[in-house]
């Protein structure tokens, strides 16, 4: 199989995973921690909000079964990318909204997508979304994959 990667951060990471994991072609999901200064760090530590994390999904998908562009659609509709620093009822900017794209291809059409959506004025509110290179992802903790799964959950409020 073909694949690629995405990195997507859209508020908590356990329920913008399930959702990804739900589509055909997408091939396997973690969760980490991206654009921080720490190296390695924990899950507490990006809570505390002093390693500027975000909470972040990494998806490996087959291009031949779901393109980049149907990924960002999704992104786009599992959150509320008016909102900056948070989603819900988390705050903070370890839940911000951002696309970290892998290459300049992905950035061109994360770009394209964020501005459609702004003119389509299906928000009143500005986008907040960042259009960004991907840092370093670190992986999290073993007991934050397929959180929402291990515990027999298929989504959460996103």
């Not at 994390?53 to 786009?76: G, N």
């Not at 960004?132 to 073993?142: G, I, K, S």
Request: overall charge negative; charged content about 25%.
């Amino acid at each position: 199989m073909n694949t690629q990667q995405a990195t997507f951060a859209a508020g908590c990471f356990w329920g913008v995973e399930a959702e990804f994991r739900k589509l055909d072609g997408v091939a396997e999901t973690s969760v980490g921690y991206s654009g921080g200064h720490a190296e390695n760090p924990s899950y507490e530590q990006v809570c505390s909000g002093q390693t500027g994390h975000t909470e972040s999904v990494r998806v490996v998908f087959d291009p031949d079964t779901i393109s980049y562009e149907e990924l960002l659609d999704v992104f786009w509709n599992i959150h509320d990318p008016t909102q900056k620093d948070r989603q819900g009822p988390d705050v903070g900017s370890q839940y911000r909204s951002v696309i970290f794209t892998h290459d300049q291809s992905q950035a061109k059409a994360a770009e394209a997508s964020k501005d459609a959506l702004e003119a389509s004025g299906k928000y009143s509110r500005p986008i907040a979304t960042t259009v960004e290179p991907t840092p370093p992802f670190f992986l999290a903790e073993d007991y934050h994959q397929q959180y929402l799964e291990k515990r027999g959950q298929s989504s959460c409020r996103i």
